[in-house]
């Protein structure tokens, strides 16, 4: 075979190897990414989040059914850390990504008694079940000194959640609205969010 031939045989079985090469190393990234990534978040807007857990503690508190001179205290949604996922996770122990975020409104009812606040609890379960939310913890407990009454539901839909609690020691009723960890807009400013805020409509 002539050396010129023989010279363009293995140029082109060389190139061949590193077009196999550069394909299997390609194919290797594409399957590694989502194992040293994890699960991606979903993305959010966190307006929309804040619309969203206040149109969920609105009925809440109607729900209660509650007489006029138990009104419910104003709360402002709250922010959570987030963590890395997958193999990644490794790579930023303990440390909460910037660009993640879950999302807390915290309110309460003061002076709310025992009787009472059993009734206004049984009446929110059923609220919640209603709505298709399925119970996923009870706080029910009691001891020679103390009772405290509670439970949590969650969404199938998305994953949010209701938490509410009771004590005898403050006679306050606790209400929490969680979004879990989404992605959020760069920018993003939990300090300088008014729609953070919510306040509680009058009873109908």
């Known amino acids: 075979m002539p050396k010129t031939l023989l010279r363009q045989v293995r140029i082109s079985r060389r190139s061949a190897l590193w077009a196999v090469t550069g394909l299997a190393l390609a194919a290797l990234s594409f ?44 709360g402002r949604i709250d922010t959570g850390a987030c963590y890395y996922r997958g ?6 122990i303990d440390q909460p990504r910037r660009d993640v975020r879950s999302f807390g409104l915290d309110w309460s009812v003061p002076d709310v008694p025992d009787t009472t606040a059993r009734d206004a609890q049984r009446h929110v379960r059923r609220l919640l079940a209603e709505r298709g939310w399925k119970p996923v913890h009870e706080g029910d ?9 509670g439970f949590r539901f969650e969404n199938p ?48």
């Open 31 to 74: 399957a590694a990414h989502p194992v040293w990534n994890g699960t991606p978040y979903p993305s959010a807007d966190p307006g929309m989040v804040a619309e969203r857990l206040k149109d969920q503690s609105d009925p809440v508190y109607e729900g209660f059914a509650l007489p006029e001179k138990y009104p419910a205290k104003s």
């Open 87 to 92: 193999l990644e996770s490794i790579a930023h």
């Open 141 to 149: 407990r009691a001891g020679a000194s103390f009772l405290e009454l």
């Open 157 to 204: 839909e998305g994953g949010d959640q209701v938490d509410v609690g009771w004590n005898d020691a403050t006679t306050t009723l606790f209400i929490s609205v969680y979004a879990p960890c989404t992605q959020v807009p760069d920018g993003f400013d939990e300090y300088d969010w008014p729609e953070a805020d919510w306040h509680p409509k009058p009873p109908q």
